[in-house]
């Protein structure tokens, strides 16, 4: 049975107006089209929908049973209209995301807080990654949109700029440089180092510029989140590097001392990357744009 939505909207006006002449004027057309629809409409269904006589229609049984259920159809067909609107206008879907922990820990809670609070219908799904392994995700289309540190990941990418970070130097208040306010790493390698996971920036950095300065990184141990590294500094365990956005979120709850790092390589670009800016959908391309906004409130 194919009932045409054009005929039940017909139907409904009549139904509500109570005269084929009033419904027809309500939804301008002719009143002969209007009949000529209802009858379609009964021969569609095999149903009687109204008695005729000289005096005009009479709902039967069967039209006020049918009402319900046009309304509810028609309801349902705008409710889809809306709704495809809304995607051909971004603020509607999904958009995957892969960030290192960094943009985690530091930017993306308020941004995607505010983001999701002015698309409340778009869904975004983020998962942690360590950066290679974001630009490898999003050039395989595993994802969207990425946010890692800048560097060289070929040339299936497009780097974008997002926000800048600073590493410092976290050691436990009893340690001796946690009276200075600034170091270098050089005075801080004689020392045993909580690192971050295998693979990650922070622990390639480190080891490059440990190699450069010509003593070996004693990483007495490995851990894959701040809190994790925070809290073994804090138990006395050796010393850590991680960004100052991140560090500021456990220094009030943890024994440690954040130490400024004298070092060029400290100060990190963090970048948004994407296939192409042509290849993102609609909503992809919201997000994007709002996490490229300038920062209305400093960073922790």
């Known amino acids: 049975m194919k009932l045409d939505p054009v005929s039940l909207r017909l139907f409904v006006a009549v139904m ?8 027809a004027a309500r939804e301008h057309i002719a009143a002969s089209a ?21 005096k005009g229609t009479e709902p039967t049984a069967a039209a006020y049973a049918l009402l319900n259920l046009a309304r509810g159809v028609l309801n349902d067909l705008d409710g889809i209209a809306s709704q495809m609107r809304d995607y051909g206008a971004g603020v509607r879907g999904h958009v995957r995301v892969v960030a290192n922990i960094s943009a985690i820990t530091q930017f993306l809670p308020a941004q995607l807080q505010s983001f999701m609070a002015l698309h409340p219908q778009v869904d975004v799904r983020l998962q942690e990654q ?15 949109v990425g946010i890692l540190n800048q560097g060289q990941y070929g040339e299936r990418v497009v780097q974008l700029p997002y926000r800048t970070d600073e590493l410092v ?11 200075r306010k600034s170091a270098r ?9 909580v690192g971050a996971h295998p693979g ?20 007495r141990m490995q851990v894959t989140s701040y809190d994790a590294l925070c809290l073994m500094v804090a138990a006395g365990l050796g010393v850590g590097v991680m960004p100052r956005g991140s560090a500021a979120l456990y220094k009030g709850s ?15 670009q963090l970048v948004l990357c994407v296939r192409s800016e042509e290849s993102l959908s609609s909503v992809a ?3 994007v744009d709002h996490l490229r906004a300038p920062p209305t409130t400093p960073a922790p």
Not at 34 to 54: C, G, H, M, Q, Y
Not at 132 to 141: D, F, G, K, P, R
Not at 169 to 179: F, G, K
């Open 16 to 23: 509500e107006e109570s005269t084929i002449a009033a419904a």
């Open 34 to 54: 209007v009949s000529r629809r209802l009858a379609d409409l009964e021969d569609a269904l095999r149903v009687p929908l109204f008695t005729r006589s000289n």
């Open 130 to 144: 360590i950066s290679t392994a974001i630009a490898q995700s999003v050039a395989e289309n595993a994802a969207d």
């Open 169 to 179: 130097l976290v050691v436990p208040t009893s340690h001796p440089l946690a009276r």
């Open 185 to 193: 790493l050089a005075d801080a390698l004689p020392y045993d180092f």
């Open 200 to 219: 990650s920036a922070i622990n390639n950095q480190l080891t490059r510029a440990a190699s450069e300065a010509g003593l070996p990184l004693r990483l």
């Open 254 to 268: 943890q024994p440690i001392r954040v130490v400024t790092l004298n070092e060029t390589w400290a100060h990190r």
């Open 285 to 287: 391309r919201l997000l």
